[in-house]
């Protein structure tokens, strides 16, 4: 069955305390992985797409990587406005479907 | 204007009523999809479309119903509302040429409660 588990479910950062988050997957031939942000009454943002293992995409302060088994949200010297909840999806090859992640709640104090 | 409008933004309900939320986007996508995001469950698939004439159903729909009135507009109704639809719905919408990479574009989500 496929799966996304992301860790941890909630992180509190210093500002510009860098850290990273976790999402391991269990997919039937990956077709692509997804990292959205989150804000509190908001709808998903998209960040990134990821397709195969050793890819790397970046922005601002964010860089997400991944593995045949997992992805990283890596986060350098976050800012307080990066506070948010990061989720992450996965799409199997063959199919429309994402399977979402339950997110992981970043908190990031001045 | 927001790309993906969700009407109505709150809704408070009883138990067995009827219910429609309604998702309007201007992104000229052709691609449309219904979620629910509950506490510790992640977003989970109602319905999806792929264009006016085409509707599917997602890993949840039972106890919904869509209605895809043109390719702008997707409406999910709930047709006689119990408390455990209590969730924040989403929708979402994405480019059958451009797809995954730049991944769905979501509403601002509709908080329901059925009471």
């Known amino acids: 069955e496929d799966q996304v588990t992301q860790s941890p479910e909630a992180l509190r950062l210093q500002e510009g305390e860098s850290s990273s988050l976790n999402c391991s997957y269990t997919?039937?031939?990956?077709?692509?992985l997804f990292w959205y942000r989150q804000d509190p009454g908001k709808g998903p943002e998209f960040l990134f797409t990821?397709?195969?293992a050793g890819e790397e995409k970046e922005k601002e302060r964010l860089k997400a990587t991944l593995t045949k088994k997992e992805s990283f949200l890596h986060i350098t010297a976050p800012k307080p406005e990066d506070s948010a909840t990061y989720l992450c999806?996965?799409?199997?090859?063959?199919?429309?479907?994402?399977?979402f992640g339950t997110g992981t709640r970043l908190k990031v104090l001045a | 204007d927001a790309d993906v409008t969700q009407t109505p933004r709150n809704r408070i309900t009883k138990t067995g009523k009827r219910i429609m939320l309604e998702c309007s986007q201007t992104?000229?996508?052709?691609?449309m999809y219904w979620y629910r995001q509950d506490p510790g469950l992640g977003l989970r698939l109602i319905y999806y479309?792929?264009?006016?004439?085409?509707?599917n159903k997602g890993e949840i729909s039972d106890g919904y119903s869509v209605s895809r009135q043109a390719q702008a507009k997707f409406s999910l109704s709930l047709e006689s509302a119990i408390p455990n639809q209590t969730a924040l719905y989403f929708c979402?919408?994405?480019?059958?040429?451009?797809?995954?990479?730049?991944?769905?574009?979501f509403g601002s989500g509709t908080r329901l409660t059925v009471v």
């Open positions: 979402a919408t994405s480019d059958r040429e451009t797809g995954d990479l730049y991944g769905y574009t």
């Open positions: 997919v039937s031939g990956l077709r692509g």
């Open positions: 990821l397709y195969s």
């Open positions: 999806a996965v799409q199997g090859a063959g199919t429309y479907k994402y399977i």
């Open positions: 992104k000229g996508h052709d691609r």
């Open positions: 479309s792929f264009d006016v004439k085409d509707i």
